[in-house]
């Protein structure tokens, strides 16, 4: 018996923004599951933190609900760090500080990164459940936001951009 959460969903963005992936057992399973359950660590101001009643809010988890709404047609789960059914696990680092996003170890997948901070060096998310085909349909869903604008919102949301010298001197 099919659930409301179970049953097919549509996504506008999901075709175009990912061609074949759209069609990969991997995306179909989670779009047939209705959620996408991430992990984020929500002790860091502004990435992600919990409000006073215990929801999480921030850039990723913005950021997070964009992907799983707008691009996958799916509800979004946040669930506790290490949670192990999670299928993404976000704040992971790829890369050093001042260095290039460096690929993830053998039998890991990463999408990204999403993120960059002289504090935090690259910041990438791992795909635990999912695979490849996930990870490449995250990589081509943040640069489709990236493209128009909707990933620098989620960003302006959270973080003021800086004043541009010219009015600083006024």
Not at 23 to 32: D, G, M, N, T, V
Not at 61 to 78: P, Q, S, T
Not at 105 to 121: E, F, I, M, V
Not at 139 to 159: C, L, M, P, S, V
Request: net charge positive; charged share 25%; proline share 7%.
């Amino acid at each position: 018996e099919r659930t409301p959460l179970s049953a097919d969903t549509y996504s506008v963005l999901a075709p175009r923004a990912l061609g074949n992936l759209a069609q990969s057992p991997a995306l179909k399973a989670l779009r047939k599951r209705g959620i996408l359950k991430a992990a984020v660590r929500c002790d860091r101001k502004k990435m992600c933190m919990k409000m006073k009643y215990g929801a999480a809010a921030g850039f990723e988890v913005e950021l997070l609900r964009k992907i799983a709404n707008d691009a996958l047609g799916v509800k979004l789960n946040i669930v506790e760090e290490g949670a192990p059914d999670a299928d993404v696990r976000l704040n992971v680092m790829c890369g050093a500080p001042h260095g290039p996003p460096q690929p993830g170890a053998a039998g890991k997948y990463y999408a990204g990164p999403y993120y960059y901070s002289s504090a935090t060096g690259w910041l990438c998310c791992e795909v635990v459940n999912g695979g490849q085909p996930l990870a490449d349909a995250l990589d081509r869903i943040t640069e489709h936001f990236y493209r128009t604008g909707a990933f620098q919102q989620a960003f302006k949301n959270w973080f003021i951009p800086e004043t541009p010298d010219v009015e600083r001197s006024r």
